[in-house]
């Protein structure tokens, strides 16, 4: 059984930072895409960050040049910077993978989600 485990989430005044992170256990034999998503009070669950396995990023155009996604293979842990947090930035953040088995079958899971709260 494979499991996400999202970290870091907290309440913090606006122009600051905040580091989230998913790690991931289980039987794992790698992570290959990984995402994080946000979600607003009442509002759909979007994305804000993707990274495949080769390391290549997407970003959400509203946060462009403020938040950073990065990988730790190793450690099978993505992680999610956040810089210069502004209010609309607010909501439950989500950690999506996809994960390949010793097996050599993938699936996709999701943490539970870290609520960040940005306040102006």
């Known amino acids: 059984q494979v499991q996400l485990v999202e970290s870091g989430g907290g309440l913090v005044q606006a122009g600051g930072s905040l580091r989230l992170s998913c790690a991931a256990s289980?039987?794992?034999?790698?992570?290959?895409?990984a995402g994080w998503y946000r979600q607003a009070p009442g509002q759909r669950r979007d994305l804000v960050a993707q990274?495949?396995?080769?390391?290549?990023?997407n970003y959400a155009d509203s946060v462009k040049g403020r938040f950073t996604i990065s990988r730790d293979n190793a450690k099978n842990t993505v992680y999610l910077q956040m810089n210069s947090l502004k209010p609309e930035d607010t909501g439950v953040y989500y950690c999506?993978?996809?994960?390949?088995?010793?097996?050599?079958?993938?699936?996709?899971?999701w943490g539970q989600g870290t609520q960040v709260t940005v306040s102006s």
């Open positions: 990274i495949t396995s080769a390391g290549n990023t």
């Open positions: 289980g039987t794992i034999f790698s992570i290959n895409s």
């Open positions: 999506n993978a996809w994960i390949k088995t010793p097996a050599g079958l993938s699936y996709d899971y």
